[in-house]
């Protein structure tokens, strides 16, 4: 069963930096999971902000923070990074941390196994 728990969250001001963090367990021998970073604000449907491969050697980036935000993964560490550059306002958002078998595309996987979030404010 894979656990994820996210950290790095908290408050900072308009073009401010966090670095999340994503601890995971759990994994299954052999198994390539995709892991993403996801976020989800009052009101608003979740977006996919970040995603990469197993061998962190592809990235995918939301629109909205392309050029602002970088995953990364230790797999040695079992963790995956999101490290968030000039934070905007409405980059505020719970943050989720997640993984999914890398069975294709990791755009297009599922991703079953989630954290339980760390929130994003931007002020």
């Known amino acids: 069963h894979v656990q994820l728990v996210e950290s790095g969250g908290g408050s900072v001001q308009d073009g401010g930096s966090l670095r999340l963090s994503c601890a995971t367990s759990g994994y299954t021998y052999r198994s390539n999971y995709c892991m993403g970073w996801f976020r989800q604000a009052p009101g608003k449907e979740r977006e996919g902000v970040a995603r990469i491969y197993t061998r962190g050697d592809s990235t995918y980036y939301a629109d909205s923070v392309k050029g602002r935000f970088t995953i990364s993964r230790d797999n040695a560490k079992n963790t995956v990074y999101l490290q968030m550059n000039s934070l905007k306002p409405e980059d505020t958002a719970m943050y989720y941390c997640?993984?999914?078998?890398?069975?294709?595309?990791?755009?297009?996987?599922?991703?079953?196994?989630w954290g339980q979030g760390t929130q994003v404010t931007v002020s």
């Open positions: 997640a993984a999914g078998l890398q069975i294709g595309n990791c755009r297009d996987v599922a991703y079953n196994y």
